[in-house]
């Protein structure tokens, strides 16, 4: 027979009777909806998606643009229309005022470097308004004014990166009278009117490097200062009504 006492608790004078360990109500794998009712008020049903690993990388090198430099430059647009592109308009005597207004939000331009320069040529839209003697209105014509600039850079090298500040315009210049075409013995067979713009920009040259944890840099090519026995030559994309640079 067994003992009546060994399903007893004993209980120590002073000191406190421990008490039994509650087990964990497990989760059954129940799926959660909006409603909290359909989910065990005991059991987190919504449970937290894994964070994002951190990446591991393959070396202790990373991709940098170091500053080649950056320079305050200028550029100009100018162009020369005969008189006869503006209808109504005969001589020059009949110019009574000349308005040019250049669209600087739809210039379009090329750039490319070569060694120690950044070569810029490009276009910039105009409306030129010319008031005519004898004639009510005045004469408006739309037009593209182009502009070339080649711009020193010492330590600029082909494949290179070029940035532009948007150009603001310093001046616009108009000169009625000037030869267009000139004929035997320097008679003059065609007027024109000059038309120049002074265009303003500040360019930033920069290229790409490897830079390592203790902050030295090698170039991604070692080879894009090298001297060439061939001049570059290049074939610029036409203008189109992207602005910027191409």
């Known amino acids: 027979m067994g003992n009546k006492n060994c399903n ?42 894994a964070a994002p690993k951190t990446a591991h990388l ?4 990373v991709l940098v643009n170091s500053l080649v430099g950056t320079k305050s430059v ?3 647009a100018e162009v020369t229309l005969p008189l006869t592109v503006f209808e109504g308009l005969g001589v020059l005597e009949d110019i009574v005022s000349i308005n040019v207004v250049p669209n600087t ?38 037009t593209t004014i182009p502009f ?6 010492p330590g600029a090298c082909p494949e290179d990166t070029v940035q532009e500040a948007p150009l603001e315009v310093e001046g616009i210049f108009t000169q009625p009278g000037v030869p267009v075409l000139t004929g035997p013995l320097g008679i003059d067979l065609v007027e024109g009117i000059l038309f120049k713009i002074i265009l303003r920009t500040t360019i930033t040259v920069t290229r790409p ?23 570059p030559s290049f074939t610029l994309p036409a203008p189109d009504d992207d602005n910027g640079l191409l």
Request: charged content about 30%; aromatic content about 2%.
């Open 8 to 49: 007893k608790r004993i209980e120590v004078p002073g000191k406190l009777p421990k008490k039994s360990k509650k087990r964990k109500k497990k989760c059954k794998p129940e799926p959660c909806h909006e409603d909290a009712a359909s989910c065990s008020s005991t059991c987190s049903c919504n449970s937290k998606s």
């Open 58 to 61: 393959t070396n202790d090198c």
């Open 74 to 76: 200028q550029k100009v």
């Open 105 to 142: 939000d739809a210039i379009t331009q090329n750039v490319r470097v070569i060694r120690d320069k950044v070569v810029n040529i490009g276009l910039i839209p105009a409306t030129i308004t010319i008031t005519i003697a004898g004639i009510e209105l005045p004469v408006t014509l739309s």
């Open 148 to 153: 070339q600039e080649h711009t020193d850079f």
């Open 209 to 231: 490097v490897i830079q390592d944890r203790f902050g030295r840099v090698c170039d991604v090519n070692p080879n894009r200062c090298d001297n060439s026995t061939t001049p």
